[in-house]
C-alpha cells in the first residue's frame, strides 16, 4: 500500500506534468533541429515564433468566445489552434523570404544567419507585446480535469490521489498525433525522403535534383506548424505570458542538442529528457522517501536537489555535459564544422 | 577614425544638443550618461565579437554580476544577520572551495577511466554536505527584519571601488564559464552563454540571503555631494544663475548628471585607449589573425584555445565595470529588471551598428542605438497617438496601441539590426583592412 502511495504521489506531481512539459519541449525542439540540419543554424528566433503563434491562436479563441461559440468541455484554444498555426507558417515563410533567403543565397556562415535571428527575434518580441502586451493570459476554459486528485482517492482508496488535468491530456494526444504525422510523413513521402536527404548531404542531393527552395518551404512550415502547435498547448497547460518564450529557448536548444542536431527522433527524446531532468531535480522527495521508509518516518529536510527557480540550470548542466562529453548527440547527429 | 566617421559623430553630438535645446538639458544629460555606459559595454562586447569572433550571448550576466558587485562593495554590513548566518555562509563557502580542490586533486590520483565517475560522485557529495550548513545559515539571514534587510549587506566601502571589483568579479566568473564554453562551435557558445546569463539572473533573483532578490536594494551610496550640501552652498547657487539658471533643484539634478558623466568618460577615455593599443598590437593582429582563419593561426602555433579565453576573460570585465557603472548611476539594485533583449541583444545591435572591430564604431554605436532607444519611446507614442487619431479620440483599438507603442521599439532595433547585416554589414565605421 505504501508502495502504491509512493507510486502515485510520484506519478501525480512528476510524471504526468513532466511528460506533458516534455511534449511541449519535443514539438518546439523538433522545428529547431529541422531548421538546425536543414538550414546549419541555431534559430534563436524560434521562441519568438511558438509565441507569435500562441499569440494569433489566442486573439482567436477570445474572438470565437466572444461570439459564444463553445466546444465544452473542450477548451474553445483548439478552434483558435489552427489559425495559431497559420499564423506561425505566415511569419516563418515571410522570415525566409525577406530575411534568411538572402544569406543562404550568399552561403554565409551558420553565425550569420544566427545572427539574422536575433533581429527576427527582436521584430517578433516588439509585435507579439505591442499587439496583446506583456501581460499573461489565462485561456484554459473548458473541464478541468478528466479525474481529480480526489477522484482517483475514492476510487482506488489510496491516500495519494493522481489527478490529470485535461490539458495535459490533450497536449500528450495532440503532441503524439503531429509526432506521427511528421515522421510518417519524413519517411514516406517524396517531400520528406528530399528533406532527409538534403539535410545528411546538401551536395548529394542537389545533384539528385532536388530543389532546395522547396525543401526549405516545407521544413519552414513544419516549424511554424510545430511552434504555433506547442506554444498554444503550454499556453493551455500553464499560462501565456511573452516572456517564457526567450527562456523556454534553452530547453528546446537542450533537447535538440542531445538528440543530435537534424535529428528528430533524437529531439523527442531529448525533449522527455531535459523534462524528466527538471522536473525531478526540482522536486522535494521528502513524503515520496516517507512512504517508502518505515512508518510515520519522513526525512527532515525537503529532499529537493535543487529549487524549481533554478530549472534553468538543468538544462544548461545537461547542454553543456553533452556538448563535451558527446557534442554529436544520443543519436549521432551532425557537428557543423565552424 | 575616417572623416565619414567624425561625421556621424558630429551628428550625434547634434542630435544630443537638440534633445537639449528642443526637450530639455535633464533629458539630454541622462540620455549621454547612458549613452556612456552603453559604449563601454559595446567596447566590451567588441573586444569578444570584434576582435575575437566569439558569439557571447550572455552580455547581461556579467552586467548584472558587475550590478552586484557594486552593492555589495556600497550597502553597509548588517550586522545582524552576520551574527545569525555569517558563519554558516562562510563555512559553506570554504566547503565550496575544499569540495573544489578534493575533486581537483582526485582526478589527478585515479586513473583515466574512473576521473568521470568519481568527479560525479564527490560533485553530489559535496552539494548535500555543503547544504547542510547553507541552507539553515540562508533561513536564518532572511529572518533578519526581512521588511528592511533580510540578507547579510555589503561591506560599506566606496561605490567607485566596485567599478573595478566589479570588472575583476566578472573577469573571474567569465574565466570559470570559459573554460568550460570555449572550444565550442560559435554558435553553441551562443546557447551556452545565454544559458549561464539566464543562470546568473536566477542567482541574484532568488538567492535572497545575497542581494535581497526581487526585494531589490534601494539608496545605494553615491560618488557625488549630498544634493543638500549643493542646495545651500552659495558658490553652487552663484555657477547656477551665471548659467542663466533660477531654479537650484534643476541646476542640482544637472549638477549630479554632470559629474556621473565626467566620471563615465574618464572610464570610457581609459578603456578606450587600452582597447586601441591592444587592436594595434602584434596581439591584435594576432587576435584578427584567429577570427579570420583560425586553422591557419593555430598552423602558425597560436594557442587558439588560451588567446580566445583571454578576450573572452577581458571583454567579460569591461562588461562587469559597465555594470557597476550602471548601478551606481542607477543608486538600486533591482534584478527583475535584467532581460536578454535590453541587455544583451542590444548591446549586440550596437556593436552590428557601429561596426564590428572597430573601437570607435562600438562607441558611436552605442551612442546611436542608446539615443534611438529612449528617444522611441516619445516618438512612438507621438506617431501612433497621431495616426490612430481617424478612429476618434477614445476608440478602445487607438488606447490599446498607445499603450503598446513602447514595445515598437523592440521592432525598430531588429529592423536596424536586419538593415544594417544586409545593406552594411561591416557597419558604419568599418573595420579598416
Redesign the interface.
Known sequence: MELLNAIALLTNFVLIPATAYGAQIALGALGVTLIFGILR??N?SHGEVMSFGAMAAILFTWFLQGQGVSIHPLPTALLGLPVGILAAIAVTLIADRV?FR?YRQQRV????L???S??????????V???I??EHQNIADGERFLITAFEFREMTGLDEGIGIRQTQALTLVIAVIAMVALFWFLQKTRAGKAMRAYSDNVDLALLSGINPDRVVMIAWIITGALAATAATLYSLDKVYQP?IF??I??PI?AAT?LGGIGQPVGAVIGAFVVAYSEVMVTYAFRRFIGYLGPADWAPE?MVQ?M?T??K??V??II??VV???RPTGIIRGK??E? | MTSRGALYFAIMAAALLATGIFQSWNVAFGIIGMCLISAIMALGLNIQWGYGGLLNFGVMGFTALGAVTAMLVSVPPVTEAWEAGGAGIMLSLALLVATVVVILVARRMVPAHLRTPVTVVLVILGFFFIRVFYVPATERIEAVNPAETGFLGGFGLPILLSWVLGGLVAAGAAWLIGKVALGLRADYLAIATLGISEIIIAIIKYEDWMTRGVRNVTDLPRPVPPEMELWVAEWFVSIATFFGSDDTRAAIALAMKSIFIVLFLIVLVVIFWFSQRALKSPWGRMMRAIRDNRDAAAAMGKDVTSRHLQVFVLGCAVVGVAGAMLTTLDGQLTPTTYIPLRYTFLIWVMVILGGSGNNWGAILGGFIIWFVWVQAEPFGHWFIGNVTLVMGEDHWLREHMISGAVYMRYVLMGVILLTVMRFAPRGLIPERS
Open positions: 543554424f541555431a534563436f530575411v538572402y556562415t551558420p553565425i550569420t544566427a545572427m539574422a536575433i533581429g527576427l527575434l527582436f521584430v517578433l518580441a516588439g509585435l507585446r505591442f499587439i502586451g506583456p516572456f526567450l527562456q529557448l534553452l536548444f542538442i529536510s536537489l529549487s527557480n533554478y534553468f540550470a538544462s544548461f547542454l553543456v556538448l563535451l562529453v557537428v557543423i565552424r
